[in-house]
């Protein structure tokens, strides 16, 4: 069968993938990955741009769009056998078991791909690092290479915040226009992939900026890169980047090999008309606006993260500050009342002076010689040791009295 797993793994790239040994790593998994994204890729597939094969296998779904202008549409099964209506004539009938036979194929491609994949993967990485993906009856069957891939990211390849600057520094590597355009492309990609597997993916708007800001600096696509700021922002997208100066380097390619480098002119004029009154930028004019051009983008979509943030937190201010306010307010009339009233220390004092009777069962409405320690009619749970001064919580009969006489 062409499209068992065996046949399909004996026609990858990398028959056998580089295994991991022991807990795996960002790089180990980064390695692994790569190795599966060469083999996915190689099988012939229509789907998607019908250049990338089933690389959709192996990536997510923002690497894959980043990569291919063309979405990636998942096979669906066609079913057993082709539905044909009642009354449907030969010719269109047969139009009809073509088309099954067709979606039947691509579908068990698909699906044979998947499986061939995932044994590999499988294979490559100790049980001990998968098994919580695995059923305890059906097994793997019914996990897909990519949630495989995942959940190894997720929970061994988090990258650290040095690893995400190094990236971040490769992908900002200068690119010598002499060498393949497909370099810058690769240097781009390859650090939107990264990223995305490390869980910190780069927004497209970003890629686009800083690949713009390589080619730009190159001073030989000013043409270009001219064309490239006009365009509606909506039109700005990495396919589109990659078509517009993969023939603009084209065409540096046939200016060079004529004897006619663009490099002899670069520096003499920019055919820019939002600098036409200097058309002899110095380079390190050229290179601040093209460093400016590219940060402004991402700026502004900071900026409007930080205006939603400020918002939030200003409403959060004012709604705490209201709060205090109505605190405060609730304080001051409190002590005020309190300032009115003769205080428990005077209380105490008076106590303290003048031996002020006091009941714990009956409070200060007691004769001179009835307290606590010798009242004849105690209450249930009467305090012996309750004063004036220290009445734990005991009848407060009388008080208005005693504080009147205060």
């Not at 959060?316 to 306010?325: A, D, G, I, K």
Request: proline share 5%; aromatic share 8%.
């Amino acid at each position: 069968m062409p499209d068992s797993v065996d046949s399909i793994v004996e026609s990858f790239p990398h028959p056998t993938v580089t295994p991991i040994e022991g807990i795996p790593t960002f790089s180990s998994i980064r390695q692994l990955q790569v190795e599966l994204n060469s083999n996915a890729s190689s099988v012939h597939s229509n789907l998607g741009n019908g250049q990338l094969g089933l690389l959709y296998l192996t990536v997510s779904q923002a690497t894959y769009d980043t990569i291919s202008d063309v979405p990636f549409e998942v096979p669906q099964n066609p079913g057993p056998i082709p539905i044909i209506p009642r009354g449907t004539r030969a010719g269109a009938a047969n139009d009809i078991r073509t088309a099954h036979a067709e979606n039947k194929r691509v579908f068990n491609q698909y699906i044979a791909t998947d499986k061939a994949l995932k044994s590999q993967l499988i294979q490559a990485v100790d049980d001990l690092y998968i098994k919580t993906l695995k059923h305890r009856i059906t097994g793997y069957a019914n996990v897909s290479t990519s949630t495989i891939l995942e959940h190894l990211y997720s929970a061994y390849g988090k990258m650290t915040p040095q690893d995400l600057q190094s990236l971040d520094e490769d992908m900002k590597k200068t690119y010598d226009p002499h060498m393949p355009i497909e370099n810058l492309f690769e240097q781009i990609e390859n650090a939107q992939d990264l990223a995305e597997a490390a869980g910190a993916p780069y927004a497209e708007a970003q890629l686009l900026n800083t690949a713009y800001t390589l080619v730009f600096q190159c001073n030989v696509f000013n043409e270009t890169c001219r064309e490239w700021r006009r365009l509606p922002y909506i039109d700005k997208t990495w396919p589109r980047f990659k078509t517009m100066f993969t023939e603009a380097h084209q065409d540096f390619r046939d200016t060079t090999t004529q004897g006619n480098s663009p490099y002899h002119s670069a520096n003499a004029a920019i055919s820019d008309n939002t600098y036409a009154n200097d058309t002899s930028l110095p380079d390190e004019a050229t290179h601040a606006l093209a460093n400016l051009a590219a940060a402004t983008a991402t700026d502004r979509a900071a900026l409007s993260a930080l205006s939603t943030t400020n918002e939030h937190l200003t409403k959060q201010l004012t709604t705490l500050t209201q709060t205090l306010t109505t605190a405060l307010a609730k304080i001051q009339l409190l002590e005020s009342s309190v300032s009115s009233q003769p205080r428990c220390t005077t209380l105490s004092n008076y106590d303290q002076k003048l031996f002020r009777p006091y009941c714990w069962s009956h409070g200060f409405r007691v004769s001179a010689k009835h307290n606590s320690k010798n009242c004849k009619a105690p209450k249930d749970g009467h305090k012996r040791n309750a004063t004036a001064s220290n009445m734990l919580n005991g009848s407060k009969v009388g008080i208005d009295d005693v504080l009147q006489q205060e």
